[in-house]
């Protein structure tokens, strides 16, 4: 016994030794000092533990508290990677959120901005690229821009009760007609002008003045002829195979601006039922484009990217009386089959058909004849003798074709008989009695009140 208990003692003061013991409670031999205890909270929290424990299980002996201070050794080495952990995550998001908040406004890490010039030089090629093919053709269709001056008589202004001629300012395109060289612009822009009173400006400073004038109000078409030596023309291109998404340039002289240009896709297509005032036009069958054009581009052309000339400027639809994004261009083949004719005899001769048209044939009533959509137009009246009537055409029947062009609208029709030569045979599909049909017929000259 008595050397058991010696052992014990011996143990003791052995443990005893290096903490020291006051107070029945496990301490430094030198207290609790700063020195001893320091900054680190898990050292004040150690000794702490150890002062609780003594004091609380000194009646259960010393085992007890050196479990508990076991546990408290493996807590102490396990919470600070826990703690760690913790703190290395809220320090790495608060560097991603840094860098999130800095690459909002682009990077100033010298590394990425040097790769981030490397990108941008790669994906500016192929805007450069499309940025030199609006520049060339800026350069080929420019020195055929005119801007056009004219003292009209169409429209007049009173003061002090007496007329006096308004000044009318538009655009124009150089072009070859035959072998004349011409004009291209539009009816409203030199409207009720003698050729003395209309100034056309090119873009080699040199200004002219028109031979001859043509103009055809129901089309809005006007050329002019000019006499001129080593003068620039523009290439004519074909509208027919321009589609919705293409790129278009815009060419004029919008508030007095001369040969500016402007940058657009073609917007839309078979625009024909505009309200263009008392102006007397129509025959629609626009062009739509978002390129801006604005008053004083009248008459300037619409070129496609290979540098032709596609539609001549003519409208817009606006509020404030300036771009909206939205303009209208006649198409230059519809354009040419008018402005051919002037030149070449003076006058136009529209085709005729020798039908009335349905204007309210709806989608019900085309589900009712069976269609799955609002095509066509419908027959209300066929004129006697007319070139309709002697291919059998009858009242209710709808027209679905005209030659290979599937027929959208009753204008759609209108506008395809008076761009159709006189005298050319064409063939009409048509809808009768839920039963499809073909039919032909010769076109004749329109008489002075014609129907279609």
Wanted: with cysteine.
């Amino acid at each position: 016994m008595l050397g058991q208990s010696s052992m014990k003692s011996t143990g003791r003061c052995a443990l005893a030794s290096c903490y020291g013991v006051r107070n029945g409670a496990f301490l430094p031999r030198d207290g609790l000092t700063k020195k001893t205890v320091g900054n680190d909270p898990f050292n004040q929290c150690g000794i702490l533990w150890f002062v609780i424990m003594k004091d609380r299980f000194r009646r259960f002996g010393d085992r007890i508290g050196l479990r508990l201070t076991g546990l408290l050794i493996l807590v102490w080495v396990l919470l600070p990677g826990a703690v760690y952990s913790r703190d290395a995550k809220a320090q790495q998001g608060d560097a991603r959120t840094f860098l999130i908040g800095v690459d909002r406004f682009g990077p100033v890490d010298e590394k990425a901005r040097a790769e981030l010039q490397r990108q941008l030089a790669e994906s500016a090629k192929l805007l450069e690229a499309q940025s030199t093919a609006m520049r060339l053709v800026a350069k080929l269709v420019g020195p055929a821009v005119v801007h056009i001056e004219a003292q009209t008589t169409g429209r007049r202004a009173l003061q002090h009760g007496a007329a006096r001629p308004v000044e009318e300012a538009g655009s124009g395109v150089l072009v070859k007609l035959g072998e004349k060289t011409c004009v291209l612009t539009n009816r409203h822009v030199i409207a009720g002008a003698t050729p003395d009173k209309v100034r056309v400006s090119l873009a080699d400073g040199r200004m002219v003045q028109p031979q001859q004038i043509w103009s055809d109000p129901e089309s809005d078409v006007a050329v002019m002829e000019v006499v001129l030596e080593n003068v620039v023309t523009a290439a004519l291109g074909n509208s027919d195979v321009i589609d919705i998404g293409d790129f278009v340039l815009a060419f004029g002289s919008p508030f007095g601006l001369s040969h500016s240009v402007t940058f657009g896709i073609i917007s839309g297509k078979g625009r024909r039922d505009l309200d263009l005032g008392d102006s007397g036009v129509r025959l629609q069958d626009f062009l739509q484009t978002d390129a801006a054009i604005n008053p004083g581009n009248s008459g300037g052309p619409l070129v496609n990217l290979k540098g032709e000339v596609i539609g001549i400027n003519t409208a817009i639809a606006s509020s404030s009386g300036g771009n909206e994004g939205v303009g209208f261009a006649i198409p230059i083949n519809t354009f040419l089959f008018t402005a051919k004719q002037l030149v070449e005899k003076g006058s136009v001769t529209r085709a005729f058909l020798g039908v009335t048209l349905d204007a309210r044939f709806s989608f019900e009533a085309a589900q009712a004849a069976g269609l799955q959509q609002r095509i066509g137009a419908r027959v209300v009246t066929v004129a006697p003798e007319s070139p309709a009537a002697q291919a059998g055409i009858q009242a209710g029947d709808i027209v679905l074709r005209f030659g290979e062009i599937v027929v959208e609208s009753d204008a759609h029709l209108i506008n395809l008989v008076n761009t159709t030569e006189v005298g050319k045979e064409v063939t009409l599909e048509i809808l009768r009695n839920g039963q499809t049909q073909k039919v032909k017929t010769v076109l004749v000259p329109r008489p002075v009140n014609p129907t279609s």
